[in-house]
């Protein structure tokens, strides 16, 4: 079975090649589950990531906004969604919200059936086995890391690189883990991994640290 994973540096909506890949993998008539923290006027931002998709033809959506939605729901939404979409904001509650309770499991049966599973800034943050956390990302203003949802392994994401110019916070990650590939991923931009391999990006800039120079990876 392969397995379908788009992780964004930033926040919505889809880069256009990937948003076709994705409804390619999704193309079913069951509807896409867009799990997201909620805040005030979500209504609003959801069109952000939607549209993209509707262009292509996708219609039905499942709207989880949490924590208000109750687990039932979302892991009931999610076993009948034809994909998977984990939005953007703090990634602390994503990792409260998702990682640290049953919606995980769900989400990992379903990325192994094959269904496609899109992470936006926080959602891609939390994809990995470990989700690493820049001081710019909390509250703290300390590198943080603990248990992602583990659809890819051995592998360190750090998004709004460029942006929040995160060299170091990369460094840091990969001094930690030493063992893993590391990517950081710029706002605009998409890495799609295949069975857990990098398979292609879309956008403005991919990077890596190796021997301890950061590489644009074209």
């Known amino acids: 079975m392969y397995k379908h994973l788009f992780l964004f540096g930033g926040s919505p909506p889809f880069t256009l090649n990937m948003a076709k890949q994705f409804v390619i993998k999704a193309s079913t008539n069951d509807s896409v589950s867009i799990?997201?923290?909620?805040?005030?006027?979500?209504?609003?931002?959801?069109?952000?990531?939607?549209?993209?998709?509707?262009?292509?033809?996708?219609?039905?959506?499942?709207?989880?906004?949490?924590?208000?939605?109750?687990?039932?729901?979302?892991?009931?939404?999610?076993?009948n969604s034809s994909g998977i979409i984990i939005g953007g904001g703090d990634t602390n509650l994503y990792a409260d919200y998702i990682v640290?309770?049953?919606?995980?499991?769900?989400?990992?049966?379903?990325?192994?059936?094959?269904?496609?599973?899109?992470?936006?800034?926080?959602?891609?943050?939390?994809?990995?086995?470990?989700?690493?956390?820049?001081?710019?990302?909390n509250e703290q203003n300390e590198f943080q890391f603990r248990k992602g949802l583990g659809l890819i392994s051995d592998v360190l994401i750090a998004v709004h690189f460029t942006q929040c110019n995160d060299e170091t916070h990369l460094r840091n990650s990969v001094n930690k883990f030493n063992n893993h590939l590391n990517y950081g991923i710029d706002e605009n931009t998409c890495v799609y991994f295949l069975n857990g391999h990098l398979e292609s990006i879309e956008g403005k800039g991919v990077y890596s640290l190796e021997n301890d120079i950061i590489r644009k990876i074209n």
């Open 100 to 137: 640290e309770t049953s919606i995980s499991n769900t989400i990992k049966e379903r990325y192994d059936l094959g269904i496609p599973v899109a992470g936006f800034s926080a959602g891609a943050l939390i994809s990995p086995e470990f989700c690493i956390i820049s001081p710019k990302d």
């Open 35 to 79: 799990l997201f923290v909620e805040r005030d006027g979500w209504e609003q931002y959801m069109p952000r990531y939607t549209q993209a998709l509707e262009d292509l033809g996708l219609n039905g959506f499942y709207y989880l906004p949490l924590p208000s939605t109750p687990i039932e729901k979302v892991v009931d939404c999610l076993k």
